[in-house]
C-alpha cells in the first residue's frame, strides 16, 4: 500500500483543515488506517483512527471532540477533519496502514506510512 497525505497548511486558531490519505496498491478497504502527527523536539503520537470498514474510530483524549476521521474506501482516502484549531496542534501529520484494528495506538505496528503534510496553527 503506497498512501499520500495532503491537505496540511497554515490557518488561524479557531480554524479548520481537511487533510486527506489516499491511498494505492493492495486493497485499501483491509486495513485500519491512523494519523499521527509529530511536532519538532517531540515523538511521533498517535492522532485518531478507523477500522476497516469505518465502523469503530478512536481518537486521542486531546483531539476528541474536534477532529473527525472518516474514511471513503470507494476512493481509497481517509480523511481528518481537524476543527477548532490551536497552536499545540501544530506539527507533521501522517497517515499510516496496518491489519490491525487492536494495534491502532502502536505505531511500531504500522507497516505502511505517508509522507506527512504540515500544519501549521496561528495564536
Known amino acids: 500500500v503506497q498512501l499520500q497525505a495532503s491537505g496540511g497548511g497554515f490557518v488561524q486558531a479557531g480554524g479548520s483543515l481537511r487533510l486527506s490519505c489516499a491511498a494505492s496498491?493492495?486493497?485499501?478497504?483491509?486495513?485500519?488506517v491512523g494519523w499521527f502527527r509529530q511536532a519538532p523536539g517531540n515523538e511521533r503520537e498517535f492522532v485518531a483512527a478507523i477500522s476497516w470498514s469505518g465502523g469503530a474510530t478512536d481518537y486521542s483524549d486531546s483531539v476528541k471532540g474536534r477532529f473527525t476521521i472518516s474514511r471513503d474506501n470507494a476512493k481509497n482516502t481517509v480523511y481528518l477533519q481537524m476543527n477548532s484549531l490551536k497552536p499545540e496542534d501544530a506539527a507533521v501529520y501522517y497517515c499510516?496502514?496496518?491489519?490491525?484494528?487492536?494495534?491502532?495506538?502502536?505505531?511500531?505496528?504500522?507497516?505502511?506510512w505517508g509522507q506527512g503534510t504540515q500544519v501549521t496553527v496561528s495564536s
Open positions: 499510516a496502514a496496518q491489519i490491525s484494528w487492536s494495534a491502532r495506538l502502536d505505531r511500531a505496528r504500522y507497516n505502511y
Open positions: 496498491g493492495r486493497t485499501f478497504n483491509d486495513y485500519t
